[in-house]
Structures are given as C-alpha cells and as structure tokens.
C-alpha cells in the first residue's frame, strides 16, 4: 500500500499525519466560524440610554434578538412601536452602577405588555434589580420579581409583564443602596 510506504519513509505513523491534518482542518474552520459569527450584529441601545455602548457586555445570551419590539426599535409611544408579548418579550437593557444608580433611571413601558430586562453590573459592587408596583418595591416585598448578587460585569435577566395599574418602580435593595437613591421609574405608556 502507499501509505505504508509513505509512513516508512517518514518514519512518522500514518495516523498521526491524519490526526494532524484533522486537528488543522478543524482549528481552522472554528477560527472561520469564529470570524463569521463573532461579529455582533448591532447591540441594543436604544437612544435613551445615553453612553451605553455596552455591547458584548451582556452574558445572558440568547435574548439578543434585536427583533420585533427590542430596544432597538422605536419606544413606546412612537409610531411603529411593537410591544413586547410573553412568546417575545422586548428586550431593555439596564446599567447597574458604578455608583448607587441605574441607567437609565426612567424607562417607557406600554401597558401591559411583557419585557425582560438585561441587568449588567458596571463598577466591583454587586448589585440587586427588583421592577414591580412601587408599594411593594419600596418596602421590598417578597414575591416582588427580583435578580439578586448581580457582580461585575454581569448580565441577568428578568421578565415582566406590565398588566396592573401601576404606579411601576425598580430599586436595589442590596444594604443601603435604596437609601442611596438607587432606584428608578418606569413610566406606563397610553
Ligand atoms: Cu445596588
């Protein structure tokens, strides 16, 4: 046979040279693939979240869509506005910190319809996002939707639907960054 011929000549084992040019082969197409798909198509921002260019930040994955209704379309109350649903919630992104704050610290929601908001820690304190009717926020409910222990760099995400009557805040209840002011409002629209 050739091979054998081959590999005698070269002394090095037939299949190794195949394991060899497999791994290349196989490097070579993830560093394709990689270069391909790495590139994230826009981020959402939506032009209320001033300085925010935080994309690549967010670790959730999988809720990037940028599709129907995501933060990257027109906010509520504007013309061509999708509102999120439960089978496609719009996405919004929030900063939390550095700094007892969240950015934005007012956020548009059309009544009754269904967000999940991506949580990214900036800044080496651990930060917590509860969004609910503001009696319950304000007094740290239990059972009011919350993300706890958000560290640095980190994404969370939580989904809520906007179905009551409001008045609708979010806060950090971690020890003292209430008090701090860290807190904000969502504004129900129409
Ligand atoms: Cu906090």
Known sequence: MNEDR???RTG???WVLFLVAVVALVIAT???????????SSPVVGGWMPGSG????????????GGPGSATGPQPGESGFV?????SPRTIQVVAGPGFAFSP?????????????????????????????ADAVAADRDGTPEIA?????????LTCTFDGPGPYTFACHV???FEAGMRGVISLVR
């Open 83 to 87: 509102p999120g649903t439960a089978a």
């Open 175 to 177: 020890d003292g960054h």
């Open 105 to 133: 610290s007012t956020i548009a929601v059309a009544r009754g319809e269904t967000v999940t908001f991506l949580v990214t820690t900036k800044g080496p304190t651990v930060h917590e996002f509860m969004v609910g009717p």
């Open 6 to 8: 081959s590999a005698a």
């Open 30 to 40: 993830a560093a394709l693939t990689a270069t391909l798909l790495g590139r994230p």
């Open 149 to 157: 222990d958000i560290g640095m760099m980190q994404t969370k995400p």
């Open 54 to 65: 935080s994309g690549g930040m967010m670790g959730g994955g999988g809720m990037m869509g």
């Open 12 to 14: 090095i084992p037939m």
